[in-house]
């Protein structure tokens, strides 16, 4: 029978992710292969179309039997048109990415943004099932999120919802890649933990966290951090409980504001220590009315890398 | 024609005005009258019922073409059961308000929270027409909220959506009634800024602010910081600015995280002066990512006190 699976792509700005699945959202094939995104747009492109091929082989199905494709792709979109407007990482402006894999594959290919993606991956198949009112925070290299409600992503009036990362949390605080001071982002992203870090190095402290960046400090980073306080070294831990604080804030904000059934937590820096999200843990319970904070549970995501592929397998399931 | 007509209705803590209005949400009787909450909760639904009455026999209009009516009540409550849960300015707790109406009026009503509504009015009737997507924000004894997501309130997971008043925006300032240190309320609404004002004074400083309230230090209240600032007070001036600082970066956090195409305010703090609505504006353009502030406008409401009861006919109008 033709149309039986779907292919979900994450484009990222170093690595593509994409998984061939059914009708129940069943994992058949997956491929990771490198963006290489130097090399130009068409190169890219052609690595996703021949990814989605490669699932296709691996899996043995005939090609009648794919029915759509669902892509999450980084930077601000038009959903509706299949348009990245600007992705940074990947050095796009107005890249029709919709029209153009929908021409080369033949099939009808759905766009989203990728930490919308990340959500209605956690929302359909992982920790935020069941949650048809669920925020996603992903916090590592920077701070993103994607907001479901009524079950559905919700983009807002121009597709720009869900940036949690530019909530100012720290309005006297440190300035943001964006410009403005104290964003999430500028103090709880992992880029925001290794600043500090590198500060306190350069400052001629900071003894364990060198340590765990072997000695170089050009080498110290979000991950040095927690390596460090993972073994108990205090300056480190102290780093992370002020990022899991600010993250508190706004995980208390965005649940007073919007009454969830579920915050969902990813990115590296959730993943790897206790400090950052016990903080959090800490200031969500002091910070949030009673009554919402009885509605929502507050827990890390259970797909890892994989939801933004898996929130492009929703999405084309979703649509067809 | 049988139910061409519907009553509007937003209880309040010390008024409650009742409208009556066409299916073009024309106002065809209005009636203001007090709550009188202290002489308990059935003497309130007898002047609710009545005033519902008044307003049909204000306007002719025979009692078989009035088809439902729409209710707003103050506090956490069960829109679907019609439940008011609790309301500290009533003396109310559980209180099955929709059924009790109903029975009384023969008539289907509907319930909602009195913020919801008044952003549901403005939306509407009032200066967020045409924007499907809005956040409404009062800023009065408090600070409240209501968000239009696709044309509808949005109630989240269990109808508390829309606190914008408990989102942190100064994570080391005053308490606030709810028992967290920095939320909204606590620093820009009306009660806040009278705070201010008395500890100013107390303090043997604010002589404007004083003489504006007559010179009795116990009348300090908003009003009169308004009034002070309005003569060019600077110590008041100062007072507003930082309230109008915190709540702009409140509010360029919900557009960056909900991507409204408008921002409505309302309530007496918003009316008063210019001081705080321009300090609130230079954050929000200071805050805000360009693409969702392009997006957005941000406006006074244009309801004033009635947007409540509008969206309460507007509520009715809805559901039938």
């Known amino acids: 029978m033709a149309g039986e699976l779907v292919a979900g792509v994450d484009l990222g700005g170093t690595k593509i992710l994409t998984v061939l699945a059914d009708r129940a959202g069943q994992v058949l094939a997956r491929v990771k292969v490198s963006t290489h995104a130097r090399r130009g747009q068409d190169y890219v492109i052609d690595t996703i179309v021949e990814s989605v091929h490669e699932t296709m082989r691996m899996s043995g199905a005939p090609a009648g039997k794919i029915s759509a494709v669902g892509v999450g792709a980084p930077g601000p979109l038009d959903p ?3 348009l990245v407007f600007f992705a940074p990482n990947l050095g796009w402006k107005n890249v029709p990415l919709g029209t153009i894999m929908s021409e080369r594959l033949k099939l009808p290919v759905y766009l989203d943004n990728d930490a919308n993606l990340a959500a209605l991956g956690e929302h359909v198949y992982g920790a935020g099932r069941d949650a048809d009112h669920m925020i996603y925070i992903t916090v590592s290299t920077g701070v993103g999120g994607g907001l479901i409600m009524d079950g559905r992503v919700y983009h807002g009036a121009g597709g720009g919802a869900g940036e949690i990362g530019h909530v100012t949390v720290a309005p006297d605080g440190p300035v943001c890649n964006c410009g403005n001071a104290g964003c999430l982002e500028a103090v709880s992203s992992g880029t925001a933990i290794a600043l500090r870090a590198r500060a306190l190095v350069d400052d001629g402290r900071g003894a364990g966290i060198l340590a765990a960046a072997g000695g170089d400090a050009e080498q110290v ?3 040095s951090v927690s390596v460090a306080a993972v073994a108990g070294d205090a300056e480190a831990v ?4 002020d990022a899991g604080r600010y993250l508190g804030i706004a995980v208390a ?3 007073n504001l919007l009454n969830p059934s579920a915050v969902v937590l990813g990115g590296g820096c959730i993943q790897s220590t206790a400090a950052l999200w016990d903080a959090m843990l800490t200031e969500v319970h002091r910070r949030t009315l009673e009554s919402s904070l009885a509605a929502v549970r507050v827990v890390r995501g259970s797909l890892g890398g994989d939801a ?11 649509r067809t």
Do not use: K
């Not at 102290?238 to 409980?241: A, F, G, N, S």
């Not at 898996?310 to 999405?315: D, I, T």
């Open 80 to 82: 509706d048109r299949g």
């Open 221 to 223: 980073s979000a991950r």
């Open 238 to 241: 102290v780093i992370l409980r």
């Open 253 to 255: 904000g965005v649940i």
């Open 308 to 318: 933004g592929a898996l929130g492009a397998v929703a999405l084309a399931l979703e």
